[in-house]
C-alpha cells in the first residue's frame, strides 16, 4: 500500500529559529500534498495544499510567509515553519494523494510534534 | 464555519457491543466521505469510506451509512475490540483529489 514518511518526529526549537518538516511519498507518485495543524482535542486543519512543481495554495488565515511549502519532486514536499513562535508549536501532519490511490482514502504521514520554546 | 461536525466528543462501549460515531455535514455538495482512525502522535489511517452515490458500505466489522436527505453518516463497529479505542474522524470531500474537510473527531473507548 501506499506509505508516506514524515520527519522529523519531534522537535524542539528556540523562538525565533526555523524549522524543516519533510514529507515523502515512498512508493508511489504523489500528485498533491496536504499539510494540516491539529492542535490538542482539535481537528485537523488543512493549511496549505501543494502540486507539485507549482506553488502552495494556502488556506484562509494561513500566513504563507510564514509557513513556506516546497514540493520540488513528485515523492517530496517540506513544510518551513519561519521564525518559530511559542504559539506555533502544534501537532503537523501531512498527507498526499494520488489518484490511483483515492479509494483508498489519502495517505498521512505520522505526524511532527513541534515545540517551541 | 464547521461544514463538518461530529457533535460527539467522546463515547465509551462494552467490548463485544455496537459502536455507533456520528457525523454531519452542511454542505450537500460533498460527494465522498471517509473515516480516518487516529492514535495520540501519530497521523490518521484510513478506514472506510463511502461515496455519496451509495448509501451503505461495509468491511469486516466496519459498515458506514450514509443518509443524504438528512446529511449524516455514521460509522458502525460490531462487535467492538479493545484495540479500537482511538479518536475516529469523519471527513468529506467534493471530489476526487481534493482537500478533505474533517469533524472535530470522537474519542472511543472500549471497556473490557
Known amino acids: 500500500g501506499a506509505v508516506v514518511s514524515q520527519h522529523p518526529s519531534r522537535v524542539i526549537c528556540k523562538s525565533g529559529t526555523s524549522v524543516k518538516i519533510e514529507c515523502r511519498s515512498l512508493?508511489?507518485?504523489?500528485?498533491?500534498m496536504f499539510w494540516y495543524r491539529q492542535f490538542p482535542k482539535q481537528s485537523l486543519m488543512l493549511m496549505a495544499t501543494?502540486?507539485?512543481?507549482?506553488?502552495?495554495?494556502?488556506e484562509q488565515g494561513v500566513e504563507k510567509d510564514k509557513f513556506l511549502i516546497n514540493h520540488a519532486s513528485l515523492t517530496l514536499s517540506t513544510l518551513t515553519v519561519t521564525s518559530a513562535h511559542p504559539e506555533d508549536s502544534s501537532f503537523y501532519i501531512c498527507?498526499?494523494?494520488?489518484?490511483?490511490?483515492?479509494?483508498?482514502?489519502?495517505?498521512f504521514g505520522s505526524g511532527t510534534r513541534l515545540t517551541v520554546v | 464555519d464547521q461544514q463538518v461536525k461530529q457533535n460527539s466528543p467522546s463515547l465509551s462501549v462494552q467490548e463485544g457491543r455496537i459502536s455507533i460515531l456520528n457525523c454531519d455535514y452542511t454542505?450537500?455538495?460533498?460527494?465522498?466521505f471517509l473515516w480516518y482512525k487516529k492514535y495520540p502522535a501519530e497521523g490518521p489511517t484510513f478506514l472506510i469510506s463511502?461515496?455519496?452515490?451509495?448509501d451503505k458500505n461495509e468491511d469486516g466489522r466496519f459498515t458506514v451509512f450514509l443518509n443524504k436527505s438528512a446529511k449524516h453518516l455514521s460509522l458502525h463497529i460490531v462487535p467492538s475490540q479493545p484495540g479500537d479505542s482511538a479518536v475516529y474522524f469523519c471527513?468529506?470531500?467534493?471530489?476526487?483529489?481534493?482537500?478533505?474537510?474533517f469533524g472535530q473527531g470522537t474519542r472511543l473507548t472500549i471497556n473490557p
Open positions: 498527507s498526499a494523494s494520488a489518484p490511483a490511490f483515492f479509494r483508498d482514502g489519502y495517505t
Open positions: 512508493d508511489f507518485q504523489a500528485t498533491t
Open positions: 501543494s502540486n507539485e512543481g507549482s506553488k502552495a495554495t494556502y
Open positions: 454542505n450537500s455538495m460533498f460527494d465522498y
Open positions: 463511502i461515496s455519496s452515490i451509495k
Open positions: 471527513a468529506a470531500t467534493l471530489n476526487e483529489a481534493q482537500k478533505l474537510v
